[in-house]
């Protein structure tokens, strides 16, 4: 045999193997992450509701949504007291958020004045929501809310499980309870972001956020957005990517929650824990608000 034909031999058989161990690892892939469901259930359960089935098949039929195995399994291993609050109390941070301050003076001044919340109160939780509007999140919306709202169908809960049973501390048990109440929550709030899109006149596909499904410089939930967002730089629109209709959001929400001025410590933490129920989340908004007054 040649030297030429012996290595052309080695050369197709090298290329054969990286063949079969991509194509072997992309089936594999394509089988663990559902990327061929339709959401067709989901979308039977959103037009018995009242919302176009035409309109629900455009959206769908896109090809931009898939089922995110990867983004909903952080909803069973992410846990709220890995998340390093202590990064926003340091020097560093309060610079920035007192020059956010300076920068947005006449808005939060507005909100201030018309909700009776204090500036530094709603600049800290822009700090710790999104850095001072610079991380909005990069999940697609509507894709990660329609994933979670389809574990109703247990055939989607049993594929999820065996994604993420060897990476939870979760039991079988507390895994299906907590899918259905997150199922029923995504659910809910995809409903609410259909609401809001169309109400704004923005295509659902574009809105992008957290692996939560969080939105825009405060990262208000789709829900919220419809319950306490506001139009703060007054174009009749509401627009969270917005600096001034962020601010008025924030001061809206945490006014409806029953903030006010002198309002007791134990008071303040509650209305905070209606933003975020986390008590590292409360205590670094009240630690931060405190540096901007100090």
């Known amino acids: ?24 690892s992309q089936t594999k892939e394509t089988v663990r992450t559902g990327l061929e469901y339709d959401f067709g259930p989901l979308q039977e359960k959103l037009v018995s509701e009242g919302f176009d089935e035409k309109k629900l098949a455009q959206i769908y039929r ?17 846990r709220e007291s890995n998340v390093n609050y202590n990064q926003y109390p340091k020097a560093l941070s309060i610079t920035g958020a007192k020059l956010y ?47 979670i709202a ?3 169908d247990a055939n989607i ?7 993420v049973s060897g990476s939870t501390l979760f039991t079988l048990e507390t895994f299906e309870k907590k899918a259905a109440r997150k199922s029923n929550w995504a659910y809910n709030e995809l409903k609410s972001l259909l609401i809001y899109a169309e109400k704004e006149k923005i295509d659902p596909l574009t ?10 410089i405060p990262q208000f ?15 009749g629109r509401v627009d969270l990517s917005d ?7 924030i001061a809206n929400f945490l006014n409806k929650s029953g903030w006010r001025k002198g309002i007791t410590d134990k008071k303040a933490r509650w209305v905070i824990r209606q933003y975020n129920p986390s008590s590292y989340y409360v205590n670094s908004i009240l630690s931060v608000t405190a540096m901007l007054k100090g």
Not at 1 to 22: A, E, G
Not at 108 to 122: N, P
Not at 207 to 216: E, M, N, R, T, V
Request: aromatic residues 14%.
């Open 1 to 24: 045999m040649s030297q030429f034909s012996l290595y052309l031999k080695r050369v197709i058989y090298i290329f054969c193997l990286l063949w079969l161990t991509t194509f072997s």
């Open 62 to 78: 896109d090809g931009k949504i898939n089922f995110d195995m990867k983004g909903v399994s952080l909803f069973f291993i992410h």
């Open 101 to 147: 301050m300076k920068i947005y003076d006449s808005e939060l001044s507005k909100a201030e004045e018309k909700y009776g919340v204090d500036r530094e109160l709603i600049t800290a939780i822009i700090l710790v929501e999104s850095k001072l509007g610079k991380t909005v999140g990069k999940w697609p919306v509507l894709n990660t809310l329609s994933t």
């Open 150 to 152: 389809s574990l109703f």
């Open 157 to 163: 809960r049993n594929r999820l499980w065996e994604y």
């Open 207 to 216: 809105i992008k956020g957290s692996y939560a499904g969080a939105i825009g």
């Open 221 to 235: 939930i789709p829900s919220n957005i419809i319950r306490y967002a506001k139009d703060g730089n007054m174009d």
């Open 243 to 249: 600096h001034a209709d962020a601010i008025a959001s």
